[in-house]
């Protein structure tokens, strides 16, 4: 496996902030600033650092079983 380092600046909400966003300023959220993107070569990329997440839908279809892992241990509300 081939991997690579680099340094970038990244934006992003701060977790009280993201807690308070309703369901729909999240999806306004998700849809302005975006987790992620896909790129002209059709590759799931993060947008905060242009890594890529998945290559194929294989590899998307593995991703969303682990978002789904970890919405399973996530509660429904959080403290923040």
Same mark, same amino acid.
Not at 47 to 62: C, F, G, H, N, V
């Given at each position: 496996? %081939? *991997? $690579?380092?680099?340094?970038?600046?990244?934006? &992003?909400?701060? /977790?009280? *902030?993201?807690?308070?966003? %309703?369901?729909? !300023? $999240?999806? !306004?959220?998700?849809? *302005?600033?975006?987790?992620?993107?896909?790129?002209?070569?059709? /590759?799931?990329? %993060?947008? &905060? &650092?242009?890594?890529?997440? &998945?290559? =194929?839908? %294989?590899?998307?279809? /593995?991703? /969303?079983?682990?978002?789904?892992?970890?919405?399973?241990?996530? =509660?429904?509300?959080?403290?923040?």
């Amino acid at each position: 496996m %081939s *991997t $690579y380092k680099g340094t970038i600046e990244v934006e &992003a909400v701060d /977790i009280p *902030t993201m807690a308070r966003m %309703s369901d729909d !300023e $999240y999806q !306004e959220f998700l849809e *302005t600033h975006g987790l992620f993107w896909i790129d002209h070569h059709d /590759i799931l990329r %993060s947008t &905060a &650092a242009e890594y890529p997440l &998945a290559t =194929r839908k %294989s590899q998307l279809d /593995i991703l /969303i079983a682990a978002l789904q892992q970890c919405r399973d241990r996530m =509660r429904e509300d959080n403290p923040y």
